[in-house]
């Protein structure tokens, strides 16, 4: 390979610029030319492309958000987006790809890679830590810690005015954001969309702890299947009407700061194998760590998600929540 494409595709994440730059000085240090590609593959489609030196990446390892642009594409689902992407890239003699993105810029990746046999590896970058074959994704980290430093000030006032906070986190299909930050700030209930919630349930444990307890905290991810954090107020505030309850959304500001240090280095580590890799010619595959080390797992894989919630962390809920 001569010449590699790198970009980011769906939702952003802290950590993507760390990335990005390591990808760009791994590959100029193996003598590589290394392209940006503008807007993930939308811009790969309209032929949004950036030459990057050394000087490209200066001063963004500590920048949130991402310095190639994201977007979710609708054509590049369709045939000819596909093609016409293709075209674009050949043209530039991109020979190889680095796809920094989640499910959906994998699932994208994968079929492009079986049409068109290009080179392409993938690094988990979402701030949802929803992929397979890796322990954490670039962002997850600086997100929990976002919700973390957010729920402890919602905990002042919740201690102060004797409330009950239904505080709603991100994580469409997973509930691994709640789960390790509810863990964190010491939530009395978690809810996930991995498991049923059973909003009776929640209701009686709620009778059991009030009475000794000023302040609580219920983190429920925005998948949850119990109609998010409104709905669950409503019921709350049915059952108990004496509660004093608030609803707090955090929204997208989990997916923005400065990366934390965690993420830089796990982003630093992956975009330097990324292009490892390709140099020895693995393509398809998506690179995490698994304890400690470098990981490889097919596309195809990587975005089956949400099959096992780590037990041993729902256990932990389980016991010190009560
Ligand atoms: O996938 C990351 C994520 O932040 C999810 O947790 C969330 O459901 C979704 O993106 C929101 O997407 P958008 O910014 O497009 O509304």
Redesign the pocket.
Known sequence: IKNIGVFTS????PGMNAAIRAVVRTALYYDLKVTGILRGYDGMIGGDFLAMERRSVANIIQRGGTVLKTA?SDEFRTKEGRKKAYDQLKSQNIDALVAIG???TFTGAKIFYEEYGLPVVGLPG???N?LLGTDFTIGYDT?INTVIDAVDKIRDTAESHDRLFIVE??????GL?ALRSGIGTGAEAILIPETKTDIKALLARLEVSRKDKSSKIIIVA??DDAGGAFEIAKNVKEKFPLIDTRVSVLG?I??GGAPTCMDRVLASRLGVAAVECLKEGKTGEMIGIVNGKIHFTPFGQAIKHNVDVNKELLKIVEILSL
Do not use: K, L, N, P
Not at 169 to 174: F, I, K, L, P, Q
């Open positions: 769906g939702g952003d994440s979710r989640g499910d959906g979402t701030i949802d929803d997100a986190v991100m994580g469409r299909d997973s954001i925005e998948g997208h989990q997916r």
